[in-house]
């Protein structure tokens, strides 16, 4: 077992080599001179340029470019925001908290309400119940999750006004205490519950099969014949084995549930990474875009572990060769 | 339902599932109809500002309203399918053409080419694919041509991964030995002995890579990386943002067209993977 998890942590070290090369290469196969990706496209001064240049050694062999590259991203050092003219990583850093709310917040609601109702589902199988979460799962999955966002504001924003439609906080909310967290989940209700429908459909249809599966299983019936009761049954037995499927799912589209958190923030304009990730977009604010991806892949290469070790603890089963 | 017996029930669920299938398959030839002919059905050019009143509300003369420069949404609505699907059609192309040229040589040879092959498909995997498809499309220039491009190269490792394990398992078998003693090319065993075999996952794959590919364009277009001259379903949901209060219907029809599409795909998607592997069936 050690050997894997030092295969993995192997493999995990590769993709970041891999995702240094590939900025490295955008750097410089992009159209035009490399020092534009590093400083948009503003007319900057020829001092400057010629800053820049010298500071990322561009005037250098490419070999020694990407070797001094490498090492300053080795160190967290992503360069200099075009735009704040900030250290890419302190921007980063400023940002990621709002971006951990919203996922926890969308990722307990979706893995309890999609667990909860495919264990329903699986005990009505074929009833209507099971028919119409199924048909809204597959619906669910469907629509690009920026679209559902976007209706969501339209309704209970901007007719409704039962919501707030924009950011993370009100003006004229107070600045402290209770106040200030209500007034933070109240905007966070809209996002919250966008960002959750595709996990929502994503966790129910797997559960669903997995209870299945489960449902068919020696030991159910085994439970079944010494009397137990037959929710207990479902609920405790069945349940229990369905929703270790679920953890991988949550670690394994955590790249995934970050791209959808830039769609979301955007709809929303939440003041998290992803909307960070939109605006360095717009401005052309190139070193900002290679932080976030250089970040982010960083994140889900550390997921990708966590959730294979957090497997084998809670499934004793597991053995990895 | 309780009078029926079990095998009875499969059929009846089989039918229904038919009937789903048979309604996928009707709305994707109405976009593939659309796709191709939509141009001459659209009442109004799709880029002539001015067509009508700004953001005017669906009516007669305008079906789906008119947009913020007084553009028609449901001629812009047939262009801009023609434009999607044009990008899902070609990225899921590209896409197989790469999974199967790489999964086809690792699961054919084997060995070490194997083992090299599959270790980069992890990593690709493992590579969060629309950041670096927005990164690509941001800095070579957001032309539909960039879009396709950069779907297709971080899509194909699934692709990958399914023809590898088709090859695996048909490769040992009586057929292809029987053509590997009648002489036949290594080029042949591949593509005209195995591959044949295990189109099957192959199509179902497509299918699915078609609606992917449609909302990462989407997703991409939604954050300005969209071809502008060129309109496309995820471009007419980025101009709606800015107009959501005064005209929902600039959101809410395209992205109705874009849901529909990938919806269709998925249940026919589905129902193919019903009909090549029947032990999946009523699930």
Redesign the interface.
Known sequence: MLSYFARRVW??F??IV??IC?NFF?IH???GDPVN?LIGTMAPTPEYMEQVRREYGLDEPLLWQFLRYAARMAQFDFGESLRFRQPVIDIILARLPATLLLMGTALVLSSTVGIVLAAAAAKFR?SWVDRVLTTTS??G????A???G??M??VFA?NLNWLPAQGMYSLRAPSDGFGRVLDILRHLILPALTYSVYHLALIYRLTR?KM?EALAQDYIIAARARGVAEHRVVYVHALRNAILPVVTIIGLNF??M??GS??VE??FAWPGLGRL??EA??A?D?PV??G??TL??GM??IA?ILTDMLYAVIDPRVVYG | ?TLLSPSMRTSLRLLKKNKVSAGATAVLGAVLFVAVFGAALAPYNPGQVGVGPTTAAPSPAHLLGTDDLGRDVFSRILAGTRASVAVGLSAAMITTLIGVLVGATAGYFGGTIDDVLM?IT??FQ???????A???V????ANLLNIIFAIAILSWPETARIVRSEFLSLRSRQFVSAARIAGASTATLIFLEILPNALGPVVVNATLQV?QAM?LE??LS????ADRNQVSLGLM?FE??QF??SA?WM??FP?AV??LV??SL??LGDSLNDLIDPRRRG?
């Open positions: 493999q995990g590769l993709v891999v995702i590939l955008l196969a992009a159209p990706a074929d597959i619906v999955f469907a629509m690009p920026f679209w559902l976007q209706l504001l339209i901007l099969v299945h790249g995934f970050l791209a830039v769609l955007t709809v990730f939109y977009i717009s052309r190139y875009l290679m976030i991806f982010v892949s889900v290469v990708n | 339902m270790r992890e990593i493992v590579i969060p694919r629309f950041f670096l927005v990164l690509m941001a800095f070579f220039g609606g909302i989407a997703g939604y954050l300005g990386l949901l709606a943002q959501l209060r929902w959101s809410l992205g874009i849901t990938v919806l998925n249940l699930r």
